[in-house]
């Protein structure tokens, strides 16, 4: 009996060549179900071409140029933020299959491919919707992608002299923060480069941002949580004059002046999960909590 038709749109990570048993166990499944399959055009040919690969798809893809019922991440959590970037604001729920070490956000293992892609045809998971920071530069849309699904990071350029950060919160004056940086993370960014600097962890769902110093000089600044239909609005000011802002990673250059305002986006990204699945869990096991058997 064929199953219903849906349509698959797959990213993934060319860095990693040994998982390619992976894709065609995807690959294969997807078939089984009749499922018109799209792939993102360097992930193809890298597969085809890098790996050597004879891959069939229904057709290739550009950018955020596809149409689907779910996309597929195959990587680490990284992948997992590109797509998430390509999908923006159309909503399409996304299925993180990890092939590397376990992710929060790519938490599905090789092994487990061909019951999850059953579990979608059957309606059995669950979609948790995710944050997203919108980042306005002098009233702008940032250029590029403005929107981060982790963490928006103020930083400074150069290895000498720190970076003086002004912050306001819903027009009222927060604190001047001199530091390497500030780290403003969503509920999914907060288990990433937040976490690193001393930031909260914070389960997902919960409705509030994080905003953690990055080295600030003063010992006593600590990380401050806030509600997410906070606006905060951030001045720079930096002995080089210009500074980065890091979306997800990625960096843009901004001169000394620019005024950066964050806000939560008008639309969120649906995150696949199974219905098993427990959050908890995946936490303790990335914090190898309780490893330690003395």
């Not at 600030?216 to 606006?231: G, T």
Request: charged residues 20%.
């Amino acid at each position: 009996m064929a199953s219903r038709k849906l349509r698959f749109a797959i990213f993934g990570n060319t860095y990693q060549p040994k998982k390619s048993v992976s894709i065609q166990k995807i690959l294969a499944s997807l078939s089984e179900h009749e499922a018109d399959v799209f792939m993102e055009r360097e992930f193809y040919d890298f597969l085809q071409n890098g790996q050597q690969l004879r891959i069939e798809v229904t057709s290739v893809f550009d950018g955020n140029d596809f149409d689907a019922d779910f996309v597929i991440s195959m990587g680490g959590d990284g992948t997992f933020l590109r797509a998430a970037s390509m999908v923006g604001s159309k909503e399409t729920p996304i299925l993180g299959i990890n092939t590397g070490r376990l992710g929060f956000l790519a938490d599905v293992n090789a092994h487990e491919i061909e019951h999850i892609i059953n579990a979608l045809y059957e309606d059995d998971f669950t979609l948790e919707t995710r944050a997203v920071i919108l980042v306005e530069t002098d009233g702008q849309l940032l250029q590029g992608y403005p929107f981060a699904l982790n963490d928006v990071a103020i930083l400074k350029r150069d290895s000498a002299s720190m970076i003086s950060i002004r912050a306001n919160i819903n027009g009222q004056y927060l604190n001047t923060y001199q530091a390497d940086g500030l780290v403003i993370s969503t509920p999914t960014g907060s288990t990433a480069y937040s976490l690193s600097v001393g930031g909260p962890i914070i389960v997902p769902g919960t409705k509030v941002f994080s905003m953690t110093a990055v080295a600030p000089h003063s010992l006593n600044v600590r990380p401050i949580v806030l509600p997410d239909n906070s606006v905060i609005e951030l001045g720079v000011e930096s002995r080089s004059h210009n500074f980065l802002v890091a979306i997800d990673g990625r960096s843009e250059k901004c001169n000394e002046g620019t005024k950066i305002t964050l806000r939560r986006a008008p639309y969120d990204i649906k995150v696949v999960k199974r219905s098993d699945h427990r959050y908890f869990n995946t936490l303790r096991e990335k914090m190898m909590w309780g490893a330690d058997t003395r």
